[in-house]
């Protein structure tokens, strides 16, 4: 038979409780906000396909490319081209370009959003250099590109069906180098590079 827990200890039993199921539910916030924003294209959240658009439509969109930093990054990051006019559903590829001027390997990720924040569930990317982490040997350049398309499904939205102009924002931080990053760091320095990405 089970002992009673006097008021004390049933006191401290759901407080426990409380800050246990709170901190669980912390931990699953972030990545459940994630999920919420890629589906749902909240705050700009930028789809993701396998494949372009099977429809193309006569109507176009401009898309507009802005590159920026975070304040400890010290690479230069900026859109090749600044923008471009594509159809609705039709697959745009563009690049932007990153420049690591310092004496050491550094690795960095981009975040990313649209603008209008209206248009993120309807903009797919296909390939994209954010997908993954991009490590910058001293002195190297590099092209990176972004295959995406504009889903023609946004001209049924009546919030987003006026877009007319799209702006695709990249943030670059810079984070811990992968294994084998501070090996490299040690080896004898290599001339500069560019390289472009297919």
């Known amino acids: 038979m089970a002992r009673k827990l006097d008021p ?7 407080l426990v409780g409380v800050v246990l199921t ?4 912390g931990f699953a916030s972030v990545p459940l906000y994630d999920l919420f924003c890629r589906v749902t294209g909240y705050g700009g959240t930028t789809a993701q396909a396998d494949a372009g658009s099977d429809t193309i439509l006569e109507r176009t969109i401009n898309v507009r490319f802005d590159g920026s930093l975070s304040s400890n990054m010290a690479w230069e990051f900026k859109p090749v081209q600044r923008e471009m006019t594509v159809r609705i559903g039709e697959t745009g590829l563009a690049f932007y370009e990153a420049y690591n001027p310092t004496d050491r390997p550094i690795a960095g990720q981009a975040s990313y959003n649209v603008f209008p924040f209206t248009a993120g569930g309807y903009f797919n990317k296909i390939a994209c250099f954010c997908f993954t982490e991009q490590v910058l040997q001293p002195g190297e350049r590099i092209q990176m590109p972004v295959t995406f398309f504009v889903d023609p499904e946004i001209v049924d939205d009546p919030d987003a069906k006026f877009v007319e ?3 695709l924002s990249y943030t670059f ?3 811990d180098l992968p294994d084998g990053g501070a090996q490299a760091a040690l080896t004898p320095e290599q001339p500069a590079k560019t390289t472009e990405y297919n």
């Open 22 to 25: 709170m901190g669980a539910l």
């Open 165 to 167: 102009e799209i702006t």
């Open 173 to 175: 931080y810079e984070i």
């Open 8 to 14: 004390k200890q049933r006191t401290m039993a759901v």
